[in-house]
Structures are given as structure tokens and as C-alpha cells.
């Protein structure tokens, strides 16, 4: 393992403790000043496999929360199309959702208060990743505090709720025969899973313990340092896992008070914070580019080759684009799965670069080429990440994006408004 500094958001200094006189100016009198924390302070050093000193990158890295930057925002890209073929409950929503922003954009330019707290990446909602056996991702997302979605027979792939709004999904042989012989998947990078307290982190990690003397557990790793409240996890599959406490901006954020999937109450995580993608040399900052201009979203540069993609209820989900020199970029058949403000536009964005993917392992689901279909779908894919000036591939992550309106969306995402 290697030694590094990296930023502890949750111990760093909240923004209503920075002066008006020191503060940025787009925050001074914003509503961001009263919970969101900045992660300001070099914490001790830890040593772990997926720290890096030389970045201080990755969920353990610097999130500065609300502070995220639109350094790329989407310019001159015309809204068209809205009036097509929609669904009564997707007008709705849509109808709805542009009220919000012009109230809210008209209020922001009379108080001046920054609109990071009304992000264009609303949710990083699921990660999917293959695994071998069901029981084996049963018990050990058990063991971190999820919940089984009980709605779902044990015979269809496995539904973790990872706190009101996140989730795990899990396919395996008993679901797609083919898995057997293509192996599980390993997420290229590190999950932060987040507690509600010291407390709830412990018991997570012993748990987890009680599953070391099982032979399936094998490759199980747990290392808690010595009075820390955070804990470094490798799933019996080979993926990686920061279990951290939330900070109280977090944890209401991810916890709303309304809106919670059915079932995901007894959840003892608060919910998925930041996942971390290992990408190719030199592509971060095209790589986060993309996203700003593609998909509208706030990124921020968080060190040198290491740069965080901004999201989810009051900006407090990140995807981390960290460099790594051994990194192919190249897609393993896992995917994420995230909601978006501007869904039509987004499609028409990719669609006109020629970036839209339809994934033959689940045109069951959907199968969106055009806008119609995608907005009847609620859903539509891409997977190539590229550099907006030369064309050129720079990684693969298949991306699962849907609207509001998905038959599976959270309820609190409907209330988006309100973020």
C-alpha cells in the first residue's frame, strides 16, 4: 500500500464559517453558505491501495461541495422538440421542472446566489456489475447496510437500495447464463458508500467480518485505521469500497424527508457519494469537459489529472475522472446508471455527435435512437466519453440516462424541484 494526504470533507471547515470578506463572491449571502462543507484541510496521512498521495484524488479526495464550477457550460444549444409525443405525467414533470428553473434562476440573479445547488446531473442513481453468485452479493451488501428491493423475485437480478435514492444492481448466471463464463465485473475505481454516524460504520465493518470464515469471502479485505471513522472494503468480487461517515449537509441530502423508495427505509447507508473511474493519461480534463458541455453538468479540476463531475440533491454526488497510467478506458460491460435535468436536450446533444448507444443485452429495457424514443423510454445510453475538439475516444463508461419520469425513478426525484 502507498502512504497519502488526502482532503477529509467531513472534518473541514463548513462554508458558514468562512467570512463574507474571505468568501467567494458568488456564495457571499448564498443559501450554500449554511451547510455544505468544504473540504479545506490535509487530513493524516492514511495508507491504503487506492489512496494517492500525488493526487489526493478519489472519494477520499477534495470535494468542496457547492463550490463546483460550470467551467465548460453547454452555449447556444437551441431547446427544440419539447412539444413532441409526450405522456401526460412526463409533460407534468417537465412543465413543472421549467417553472422551478426560472423561479429559481430569476432569484438567483436578484440575490445573486449561485445555482450549483440546482445541478444538471440530478442523481448517480445505480451501478451495475455482474457477480457470480446471487447469495454472495446478497450477504455482502447486506453486510454494508443495504437492503434487498423486495419487489423483485429472487429469481430476477438483484436490486440493493443503497439508501433512500441509490442502488446496487447485480446480475448473475442465475439471471443471464452468459455471466458464467464472462466473470464478475470490477468497477474501475472506488464506491463511497455513507453512514449516518461513526457508529453505523462500525457495525458495517463488523459485519462484514462475520463473513471472513465463509470460503466464498475469501477475497473479502477490511481495514478500519485505528480510531478513524471511515473504513477501506474489497468486495468477495473484487471491488473497491470507502465506507465514510456523511457530513449533515450529506446526509439530509441523500436522506430527504420525502420521497423515499418504497422498501429502503431499513437501509442502514445513507447512500452512494462519490464513485471514482480510473481513466487513461491526459484525459481528465477532456474527459470532464465532455460532461460539462454534453450533459450541462458542474465539474471542478480537484488536483492534476484528477477532476470531479458534480451532482446529485444539493450537488453532493461526484464522479471522479482520476488519471491512472495503467488504465485502458476501455468499458468492462458495467454501467451507471443517472438522471439528468435536461433530458431532451442531453439526448439531442449526444445524438448530433453520433454518441448514442443502444446496448443489445437490454433493448428489453430500451432501445433509444430517436428523441421519441428515448422520451417514451424515459431512458437512452451513450458509452464513448471523447474530446470535443478532435473527435478522439478518450474512455468508455456506459452511462444508463434517464428522465424523471422513469418508471423506476425515486419519488423524491419528481420533488426535484425543491433541490
Avoid at 485505521?225 to 457530513?247: H, I, K, W
Amino acid at each position: 500500500s502507498r502512504r497519502s494526504h488526502s482532503l477529509d470533507r467531513n472534518s473541514a471547515m463548513a462554508l458558514s464559517e468562512i467570512s463574507p470578506a474571505t468568501s467567494p463572491p458568488s456564495l457571499k449571502g448564498s443559501a450554500l453558505n449554511e451547510p455544505l462543507a468544504l473540504a479545506a484541510q490535509p487530513s493524516t496521512a492514511r495508507s491504503g491501495p487506492w489512496l494517492r498521495a500525488e493526487t489526493g484524488c478519489g472519494p477520499v479526495g477534495a470535494f468542496g461541495l457547492g463550490l463546483a464550477v460550470a467551467l465548460f457550460a453547454p452555449a447556444g444549444i437551441a431547446r427544440t422538440r419539447r412539444s413532441r409525443a409526450l405522456g401526460m405525467r412526463q409533460r407534468l414533470v417537465m412543465r413543472a421542472q421549467a417553472s422551478a428553473t426560472a423561479t429559481a434562476t430569476a432569484s438567483a440573479q436578484a440575490t445573486g446566489q449561485s445555482l450549483s445547488a440546482r445541478p444538471a446531473l440530478l442523481l448517480i442513481e445505480h451501478l451495475n456489475l455482474n457477480v457470480l453468485s446471487t447469495d454472495v452479493a446478497l450477504a455482502f451488501y447486506s453486510a454494508l447496510g443495504c437492503v434487498r428491493d423486495e419487489r423483485r423475485p429472487m429469481s430476477k437480478t438483484l436490486h440493493s437500495h443503497c439508501g433512500a435514492l441509490t442502488q446496487f444492481h447485480t446480475p448473475s448466471p442465475t439471471n443471464e447464463a452468459y455471466i458464467q463464463d464472462s466473470g464478475a465485473q470490477q468497477w474501475r475505481g472506488e464506491i463511497e458508500l455513507l453512514y449516518a454516524d461513526s457508529a453505523a460504520v462500525t457495525e458495517a465493518v463488523e459485519r462484514l467480518r462475520s463473513l471472513e470464515q465463509d470460503p466464498a469471502f475469501q477475497a473479502l479485505q477490511i481495514t478500519q485505521p485505528d480510531g478513524a471513522d471511515e473504513a477501506f472494503v474489497t468486495g468477495p468480487y473484487g471491488n473497491r469500497f470507502v465506507l465514510r461517515v456523511a457530513s449533515p449537509a450529506r446526509r439530509a441530502a441523500m436522506a430527504p424527508s420525502e420521497g423515499a423508495r418504497h422498501g429502503s427505509e431499513a437501509s442502514q447507508c445513507v447512500g452512494m457519494g462519490a464513485v471514482t473511474l480510473r481513466v487513461p493519461q491526459d484525459t481528465a480534463a477532456p474527459g470532464a469537459r465532455f460532461y460539462a458541455e454534453m450533459l450541462g453538468a458542474e465539474v471542478q479540476e480537484l488536483s492534476p489529472g484528477c477532476w470531479a463531475v458534480s451532482g446529485g440533491p444539493q450537488g453532493c454526488q461526484q464522479l471522479v475522472l482520476e488519471e491512472d497510467p495503467e488504465a485502458s478506458g476501455e468499458e468492462l460491460g458495467e454501467h451507471v446508471a443517472i438522471y439528468v435535468r435536461d433530458f431532451s436536450d442531453v439526448f439531442e446533444r449526444l445524438l448530433e455527435r453520433g454518441l448514442i448507444f443502444v446496448n443489445p443485452r437490454f433493448k428489453h429495457l430500451d432501445c433509444s435512437t430517436t428523441l421519441e424514443e428515448a422520451l417514451s423510454f424515459s431512458c437512452f445510453r451513450f458509452k464513448e466519453i471523447i474530446d470535443l475538439d478532435s473527435g478522439r475516444k478518450l474512455f468508455e463508461l456506459e452511462h444508463e440516462v434517464r428522465s424523471t419520469s422513469h418508471k423506476s425513478s425515486p419519488p423524491a426525484l419528481e420533488l426535484e424541484a425543491t433541490w
